[in-house]
């Protein structure tokens, strides 16, 4: 059959048909000839039908693809090599005035004749099959009328064939109402700026938008300030009589809240980097559109009222209420004059004149070469001077004060420092008090992480090779198991009385803190050699030797130690962190209340873990995860009603890895949040993608780690996968262990609500095996559980693993929730749990994990 070069979706249409009716005249005529019989001549006759299904699957895509290709509003065209247009739709013959089959006789160089000859040449090298671009230029009509577009472009492949597809947008009315509306803009700016008064915009929140020269220069801000709301929040505000306002009693933020004019108020500013105050009469006008009580925009216009406010005694005041007072050193006289306000702030006599020496006498002896250094400078080359400083006060008080000033100079020369003095006591309180609170855990009071291992890196920065400093890693043993029996704020209370034991015993020169949960450090800066070393652990592990009570109870915690010193275990933070880390965990491996120094057997295991840890972090770009899937079987009936996706990794450097070696490094990495959400996506596409083959599958199970879960976006992951696959939310089943559940209880719960609102449902995978904690059970929206397959290894012949599963059953049903027997490996089992009335199980003697193809097998196959 004669290939077709018409690149319209009708000929394409024509070529399908033309290929399958050949096809199926050839099958005919074949059948006839061959004198086949029985199977074979049935098996002609099968493809012969899926040939004609074909041609029908193939007429309904070409046209869903000619209504959608046609509904377009905008022009689109397909262009090949050449520039000859191919196709084009509806709306590029309204747009261009030809004809579909008179576009098609025409090329891209009709359309924009400004078009350089090369130009199919360059765009064709630069477009890409995965890559849109988007550019303005001018088109013309059949009329020879040229009008503007926005045309964006890509390539893609059809059949073997790669064509460029364009869509054109006529944008002659946008730009035209672009170009109205920046005149108008122009026009709104010029006659703001020809006003003297000051004039503020500001949106509906107060916050500024923009503001005139006038404005600009009353308040003293540079021009083209992009921050305009910072540069204004450095004001003090005071009222006409001079009284200190909060920010939020400014007239704008009054008239944002009410919704009304505030008329003339006089309001004062003083500046506090400068101490520089002046005085400003405001009205603020609030905007509001059609049927809004709430405005959308506020004006404030102001003048400069400071020369008839400038009355002393009351400028004076404003000074006093500031905690500010300046001062003038004639560099010549070496005379020092201070206004009233500041000998009244540093609490000195305003009759008694003042020492050339100033302020500098009357500092802690620290800070007076400081400032005499500072003044110096400013009054040799003029840089100004901003320095902080402390003056003693009696009983023991020190009063802190910011010392500004710059220098007046006559050709080049300074002569004059004129500057003010402003109290900061109250804010060099309150950054001390956030220093500390930085540095210190709000539950323990200990240091906090990032404080130890600050100090950690600045033992080591001091330290030239010799040996120390050591760093201790101690876990408290069994808490997890107190804290869930107590609950959280009794092991909030354990853990403060551990931080004061651990702080009561050590050393002064020893530092603790607590690092995260119940794990804390220890660092030495300086570890003399292991017999030192040894005396802190043994402090450590006395501390524990008393049981700690609650509630008239005793509770015994024990701590396992880890040990890394410098050179020999690290040469640098991170690395006596992770080894001190790993040792720790050797001496909770063997029975705990231990200590561990580290080894090389050690380093090697960490080598082999951060060998893995590498390797996941490119397992999904590498494409190294697939799923398997393992069926979920109906033993009333023996069909499959859903499937359980497992992971599985292959790597490229480590070869296949099963997942109790990977995913607990997984999931201590973090890694598992980002592999978790690959796995939920894949598997709800792989349903989808089921659904759409008429399997029926009620749902596909997806297990969660409990450090996915707890993180800060699970929700929206789960939400994301749902809505880029389509599925519905009643398809997914999350399996989350019982630790997942418990861990942040408060959270836990409301995370768990928001998912079953929309319809995700929640099972328990392992039940049994964790806290067994059964109050969730009760408390938390759980749609089923699953009996641990360690309990079915025992089912039927061992007693104890009987009732245990028969129990389970028994109330799963009492609390309504469906129940999964795992691990069915024999008819015998099977049969056990049709006599308990089990409905639904898994295992291998149904089947093993499998590939998605084979598993789509196994599902037909049961369907009959």
């Known amino acids: 059959m004669a290939a077709v070069t018409d690149g319209s979706y009708a000929a394409r249409r024509t070529q399908v048909d033309g290929i399958a009716r050949g096809l199926l005249d050839w099958l005919a005529e074949l059948r006839h000839k061959a004198e086949l019989g029985g199977l074979v001549a049935e098996d002609l006759a099968e493809i012969a039908r899926r040939i004609g299904e074909l ?75 995965a890559r849109s671009t988007t550019v303005e230029t001018t088109n013309t009509r059949s009329n020879g009328e040229r009008f503007p577009v926005e045309v964006h472009s890509r390539a893609y492949y059809e059949e073997d ?36 008064k000051g004039v503020i915009v500001h949106d509906g929140d107060g916050r500024v938008l923009s503001m005139n020269e006038a404005a600009s220069r009353i308040l003293g801000i540079e021009t083209g300030r992009l921050d305009l709301s910072q540069s204004l929040g450095v004001w003090d505000l005071y009222d006409d ?15 944002v809240r009410s919704g009304e004019r505030i008329e003339s108020t006089v309001l004062g500013l003083v500046d506090r980097r400068s101490g520089a105050g002046r005085w400003v009469s405001i009205s603020v006008v609030p905007q509001f559109r059609d049927g809004e009580s709430r405005p959308f925009q506020l004006i404030s216009l102001f003048s400069d ?86 003056v003693p006060y009696p009983q023991g008080r020190t009063m802190w004060v910011r010392v500004l000033g710059y220098a007046q100079s006559r050709h080049g020369v300074p002569y004059q420092l004129t500057g003010t003095i402003q109290e900061i006591t109250a804010r060099k309180l309150e950054e001390d008090r956030l220093r500390r609170q930085a540095q210190t855990d709000p539950l323990t009071g200990l240091l906090n992480r990032d404080t130890i291992l600050a100090n950690l890196a600045t033992a080591l920065a001091g330290n030239e090779g010799h040996p120390g400093p050591a760093l201790l890693y101690v876990d408290l043993d069994r808490f997890k198991v107190v804290n869930d029996l107590l609950g959280h704020s009794a092991g909030d209370r354990l853990l403060v009385a551990a931080a004061r034991r651990l702080s009561g015993v050590l050393p002064s020169s020893v530092q603790v803190a607590r690092f995260s949960g119940d794990e804390f450090l220890v660092l030495m800066p300086e ?128 070869g296949d890895l099963p997942p109790d070696t990977f995913i607990p490094i997984a999931e201590t990495s973090g890694d ?64 989350m262990t019982e630790r997942a559940l418990i861990e942040d209880a408060p959270a836990t719960e409301q995370t768990l609500a928001r998912l079953r609102e929309m319809g995700v449902a929640i ?30 290894h ?38 056990y749990l049709l006599h308990l009335g089990a409905r639904y199980a898994q295992g291998f003697y149904f089947a093993r994990p499998l590939p998605a193809v084979e598993f789509e097998r196994y599902v037909r196959e049961r369907m009959g």
């Not at 300046?326 to 008694?352: H, I, N, S, V």
């Open 55 to 129: 041609l029908r699957i193939g007429r309904s895509a070409v046209s869903r693809y000619g209504g959608v290709f046609d509904a377009a509003p905008d022009a689109i065209t397909l262009i090949d090599r050449q520039g000859a247009i191919v196709d084009a739709n509806y709306a590029a013959e309204r747009m261009y005035g030809w004809s579909r089959s008179e576009l098609r006789q025409r090329t891209v160089y009709d359309l924009n004749p400004e078009l350089p000859r090369d130009h199919m040449d360059r765009v064709w090298e630069e477009l890409d099959i």
């Open 161 to 196: 064939r790669k064509l460029i597809v364009a869509l054109a947008r006529d944008i002659s009315e946008r730009l035209r109402a672009e170009r109205e509306l920046r005149a108008s803009e122009e026009r709104y700016a010029a006659l703001l700026d020809a006003v003297d």
């Open 241 to 255: 009589g001079g009284h200190p306002i909060e920010w939020s009693d400014n007239p704008v933020l009054r008239a």
């Open 305 to 390: 009222v400071t020369e008839l406010k400038r009355a002393a005694e009351l400028f004076d005041e404003v000074q006093a209420l500031a905690r500010i007072g300046g001062w003038t050193l004639d560099l010549k006289q070496r005379t020092l004059y201070w206004t009233e306000a500041l000998y009244r702030l540093l609490g000195r006599d305003p009759t008694q004149a003042v020492a050339d020496e100033g302020l500098i006498p009357m500092l802690v002896g620290a800070d007076r070469a400081r400032l005499e250094a500072a003044v110096a400078r400013t009054a040799n080359d003029g840089t100004p001077l901003d320095i902080e400083v402390r």
């Open 527 to 654: 570890a003399s050699g292991d017999e030192a070393v040894q005396q802190v652990v043994e402090m450590i592990r006395s501390a524990f030797g008393e049981a700690f009570r609650h509630s008239g109870e005793d509770f015994v915690i024990t701590p396992s130690i880890g040990i890394a010193r410098y050179p020999g275990d690290g040469l640098n933070a991170q690395q006596l962190l992770n080894h001190a880390d790993v040792a720790m965990y050797e001496a909770k491996r063997r029975g705990g209340n231990n200590w561990q120094m580290f080894s090389p057997a050690l380093a090697l295991q960490l080598k082999e873990r951060l060998l893995i840890e590498t390797q996941l972090r490119r397992a999904i770009e590498n494409e190294e995860f697939h799923l398997v899937y393992q069926p979920k079987i109906d033993l009333s009936d023996g069909r499959v009603i859903g499937a359980e996706a497992l992971l599985r990794w292959r790597s490229r450097v480590l």
């Open 672 to 735: 598992i949040v980002r592999i978790g959400a690959w796995v939920l996506e894949q598997a709800c596409r792989q349903l989808r993608e089921w659904h759409g083959l008429g399997l029926p599958l009620g749902h596909v199970a997806v297990n969660v780690s409990f450090r996915q879960f707890l993180g800060e976006h699970f929700e929206r992951s789960v939400r994301n996968a749902l809505e880029a696959t389509g599925l519905a939310p009643e398809s997914l089943e999350l399996e």
């Open 763 to 792: 099972s328990i995978d392992d039940f049994g095996e964790g806290y067994s904690a059964l109050g969730y059970l009760r408390r938390l929206p759980i749609a089923g559980i699953k009996i641990s397959h360690n309990f079915m």
């Open 794 to 831: 025992g089912v039927p012949s061992n007693p104890t693993d009987a009732h245990l599963c028969e129990a389970i059953l028994q109330m799963a049903r009492a609390l309504g929730l469906s129940v999964v027997a795992e691990g069915v490996e024999t008819a015998e089992q099977r049969d």
